[in-house]
């Protein structure tokens, strides 16, 4: 299960592993917000010299001033036009929300359904109805590419978002609505995928043969499915779409030639994640399978509700539109 991903702006973009490590742009703005004290009046960093300065500069401002403004009309409601001016946090919990918007889950014996209220999408997993001697076999025989895919492995445990970022060149400062895209759709896959997990309730491959041996601590919840394989192949499906758009919409800008092999090589970088958890010993084959699968449905709900969402501000086709914009720049 990957990790979650944080990316702000105010006081400088920032991707970390979820886990409290952060990597900034490391420009000379970061330095100037440092050093001018932005960092503790932004909340950040406790400071009890800048919040007595504040208070003794503001009592010596404001003496003699005028009085209240007049009064202002009560603001209009909320369209997309004024999501640029909202914290990270803030569009990324509306974009998470309004995807889960009229879904529900209904769960049975080896079988887990989600619908829409509207009857428009509908998605079925279904585990298998065994876990064979051939099931636990081809784990042991994937771990004679652990030596090869070690470093991969391990890169991969939280968000390898590094490996998106290296495929897309995506930089902190010039693609801050695609991070925020890559937040929401990793979140979303998360929170889809332990429902599932937690009903299936599916043994991992070291609990059926001390042979696994797994390369890393098994994690604290059931094998089916994958979350890696979902969520990964859930954030290739719509990096490609936004992608797709955006040669459709700027075929002349830099990238457009090159959408077609982007996409394969995200297509790829989706199943190898995914593989490698299995190399890793943590899980089945049929754990990524159908992880994957699960991340194309989810995909294709999120691009459906993405063109369906008007009123009263489409979040998520605002968060796509932005990410092609940033791409074509």
Same mark, same amino acid.
């Given at each position: 299960?990957?990790? !979650?991903?944080?990316?702000?702006? %105010?006081?400088?973009?920032?991707?970390?592993? %979820?886990?409290?490590?952060?990597?900034?742009?490391?420009? %000379?703005?970061?330095?100037?917000?440092?050093?001018?004290?932005?960092?503790? =009046?932004?909340?950040?960093?406790?400071?009890?010299?800048?919040?007595?300065? *504040?208070?003794?500069?503001? #009592?010596?401002?404001?003496?003699?001033?005028?009085?209240?403004?007049?009064?202002?009309? @009560?603001?209009?409601? !909320?369209?997309?036009? $004024?999501?640029?001016?909202?914290?990270?946090?803030?569009? @990324?919990?509306?974009?998470?929300?309004?995807? @889960?918007?009229?879904?529900?889950?209904? @769960?049975?014996?080896?079988?887990?359904?989600?619908?829409?209220?509207?009857?428009? /999408?509908?998605?079925?997993?279904?585990?298998?109805?065994?876990?064979?001697?051939?099931?636990?076999? /081809?784990?042991? $025989?994937?771990?004679?590419?652990?030596?090869?895919?070690?470093?991969?492995?391990?890169?991969?445990?939280?968000?390898?978002?590094?490996? =998106?970022?290296?495929?897309?060149? *995506?930089?902190?400062?010039?693609?801050?609505?695609?991070?925020?895209?890559?937040?929401?759709?990793?979140?979303?896959?998360?929170?889809?995928?332990?429902?599932?997990?937690?009903?299936?309730?599916?043994?991992?491959?070291? $609990? *059926?043969?001390?042979?696994?041996?797994?390369?890393?601590?098994?994690? !604290?919840?059931?094998?089916?499915?994958?979350?890696? #394989?979902?969520?990964?192949?859930?954030?290739?499906?719509?990096?490609?779409?936004?992608?797709?758009?955006?040669?459709?919409?700027?075929?002349?800008?830099?990238?457009?030639?090159?959408?077609?092999?982007?996409?394969?090589?995200?297509?790829?970088?989706? $199943?190898?994640?995914?593989?490698?958890?299995?190399?890793?010993?943590? /899980?089945?084959?049929?754990?990524?399978?159908?992880?994957?699968?699960?991340?194309?449905?989810?995909?294709?709900?999120?691009?459906?509700?993405? #063109?369906?969402?008007?009123?009263?501000?489409?979040?998520?086709?605002?968060?796509?539109?932005?990410?092609?914009?940033?791409?074509?720049?």
């Amino acid at each position: 299960m990957l990790s !979650g991903i944080s990316t702000g702006s %105010g006081t400088g973009s920032q991707t970390g592993s %979820g886990t409290g490590s952060q990597t900034g742009s490391g420009t %000379g703005s970061d330095n100037i917000v440092a050093a001018t004290g932005m960092v503790a =009046y932004a909340g950040l960093l406790p400071s009890p010299l800048i919040t007595q300065a *504040l208070l003794d500069n503001r #009592s010596k401002l404001v003496l003699g001033a005028p009085g209240l403004p007049a009064a202002t009309p @009560f603001a209009a409601p !909320g369209t997309d036009s $004024d999501l640029p001016k909202w914290d990270h946090e803030v569009r @990324f919990l509306m974009c998470v929300s309004q995807f @889960f918007e009229g879904l529900d889950f209904a @769960f049975s014996s080896g079988t887990a359904t989600i619908t829409h209220t509207s009857g428009a /999408h509908k998605i079925i997993v279904r585990a298998p109805p065994q876990i064979t001697q051939a099931d636990v076999q /081809h784990v042991l $025989d994937e771990a004679v590419n652990r030596q090869d895919r070690f470093s991969e492995i391990l890169a991969q445990v939280a968000v390898p978002i590094s490996f =998106y970022a290296s495929v897309l060149n *995506l930089s902190p400062e010039r693609h801050k609505q695609v991070f925020e895209l890559i937040d929401v759709v990793l979140r979303i896959g998360k929170v889809c995928v332990f429902r599932l997990k937690h009903h299936f309730n599916c043994a991992r491959p070291a $609990d *059926l043969s001390p042979a696994v041996q797994p390369m890393l601590a098994t994690p !604290g919840h059931g094998s089916f499915p994958s979350g890696h #394989s979902t969520e990964t192949r859930f954030l290739t499906e719509i990096l490609k779409h936004v992608l797709e758009q955006l040669a459709r919409t700027h075929p002349s800008c830099a990238r457009a030639p090159s959408v077609t092999l982007t996409c394969d090589l995200l297509d790829k970088l989706a $199943d190898r994640i995914g593989r490698n958890r299995v190399v890793a010993g943590l /899980h089945f084959k049929f754990d990524h399978d159908e992880g994957a699968k699960l991340g194309d449905d989810l995909a294709k709900h999120f691009k459906a509700r993405v #063109s369906s969402t008007t009123a009263p501000a489409n979040l998520l086709g605002w968060l796509v539109n932005r990410s092609v914009q940033q791409l074509k720049d």
